[in-house]
């Protein structure tokens, strides 16, 4: 059976979730002082919408990416602007 191209990709991400996994888990830990920072991460968004209930798994590759580009400035140490865009492309070609 042929693979298609959505499972071609899915498995990219994958591939780049198992990369990526100790990289952001180091970098987030000190950004957010705790090696929980997945869940404290997750309870600052959701204090921000009432009613809200947010988890975030750490080798899940959206939130990997969303951590790249939303907390850029501690990733600068680590990765260029340009490796941050690329961060912004991927996590943008996740969505679609």
């Not at 000190?30 to 919408?49: E, G, I, M, P």
């Not at 009432?50 to 680590?78: M, N």
């Amino acid at each position: 059976m042929a693979i298609s191209n959505r499972d071609r990709v899915g498995k990219g991400f994958e591939v780049l979730s198992e990369g990526l996994t100790d990289f952001v888990d180091e970098v987030m830990q000190k950004a957010l002082n705790s090696t929980d920072w997945n869940l404290v991460w997750a309870q600052k968004d959701a204090a921000k919408t009432v009613g809200s209930t947010k988890t975030y798994e750490k080798h899940d590759p959206q939130v990997q990416l969303r951590a790249i580009t939303e907390y850029g400035y501690d990733f600068k140490e680590s990765l260029s602007r340009a490796e941050q865009a690329f961060a912004t492309e991927l996590r943008e070609a996740r969505n679609q």
